[in-house]
């Protein structure tokens, strides 16, 4: 099955090749000639689009300017916390220039102490930083949902009760 293709500047017409509907016909023509008739040739027309000129430069048109209004606005955002994570780490620094002084016991007492108490308060507020979703899911369900994180509420803080309590034991 040959087929041929002709294009103008509005329409493309392939010639399928075939001259008639059978679909093993392969253009011979001698179905339609049994009939004594020209076999017609199928033939599919379709528009063209026009394609749009892309113009030089796109892709860097505005893309820096965008970016660099991206890089800003997160290192607004960021920059407070990256500044408290750095005062945490100075503070446990000079926590082990002043404990240093007093020997290598009481610094690897203080070493764990420090990595345990840094292990718990992870742990227990990720425990209570759940509440926090269960108070956006109940204020997407209904708009007014104040009983609702009213009760996620006292259940995080009881939460923090106990896992103080628990921590002030280890």
């Known amino acids: 099955m040959a087929f041929t293709a002709t294009r103008t500047p509005r329409t493309s017409t ?44 796109l892709m860097t048109q505005g893309h820096s300017s965008l970016w660099r209004g991206e890089a800003r606005a997160t290192l607004r955002l960021a920059g407070p916390l990256a500044l408290a994570n750095l005062l945490q780490m100075l503070v446990y ?12 016991q009481a610094l ?34 209904r708009q007014h949902a104040v009983r609702e994180v009213r009760r996620s509420v006292r259940m995080a803080l009881w939460l923090s009760v106990l896992c103080g309590l628990a921590g002030m034991a280890v």
């Open 108 to 141: 690897a007492a203080s070493s764990l102490a420090i990595s345990l108490f840094g292990l718990m308060m992870w742990c227990f507020s990720g425990l209570t930083a759940a509440c926090a979703p269960l108070i956006a899911a109940e204020l997407g369900r």
């Open 14 to 57: 392939i010639d399928l090749g075939f001259c008639c509907a059978f679909v093993a016909c392969h253009g011979c023509g001698k179905h339609a000639a049994s009939l004594g008739e020209k076999p017609p040739r199928e033939t599919l027309t379709l528009p063209v689009t026009p394609r749009a000129p892309i113009p030089r430069g």
């Open 93 to 104: 620094a000079l926590d082990v220039i002043f404990v240093a002084r007093l020997g290598e």
